[in-house]
């Protein structure tokens, strides 16, 4: 069974810092292109990362262009998000999403929540 699990989340005041981890199970991700999503209460879920299978090219909303950084680790089955002066705006549910052409699997989500 194919699985992702988002860790890495919770409670960080205005301009701290949180680290994302999505460890891949099942198989490995290492031909998948993977990303980060997130959604804020109320509103639609959001591109926020990518990286590609090799991880040699990677894209970010302009929203957290400069702040976040994404990685992965092919040899752990592992994406992360590194999350840097984190700003009440960022508060929202975070999704990895790991894809191909013909495969698209999601994790559940970690809440991050940033107080001002």
């Known amino acids: 069974q194919v699985q992702l699990v988002e860790s890495g989340g919770g409670l960080v005041q205005a301009g701290g810092s949180l680290r994302l981890s999505c460890a891949a199970s099942?198989?490995?991700?290492?031909?998948?292109?993977m990303g980060w999503f997130r959604q804020a209460p109320g509103k639609e879920r959001e591109f926020v990362a990518a990286?590609?299978?090799?991880?040699?090219?990677?894209y970010y909303a302009d929203s957290v262009k400069g702040r976040f950084t994404i990685s992965r680790d092919n040899a752990k089955n592992t994406v992360y998000l590194q999350m840097n002066s984190l700003k009440p705006e960022d508060t929202a549910v975070y999704y990895c999403?790991?894809?191909?052409?013909?495969?698209?699997?999601w994790g559940q989500g970690t809440q991050v929540t940033v107080s001002s």
């Open positions: 999403n790991a894809w191909t052409t013909s495969e698209n699997y």
């Open positions: 099942g198989r490995t991700f290492s031909s998948h292109a």
């Open positions: 990286i590609s299978w090799s991880g040699g090219s990677t």
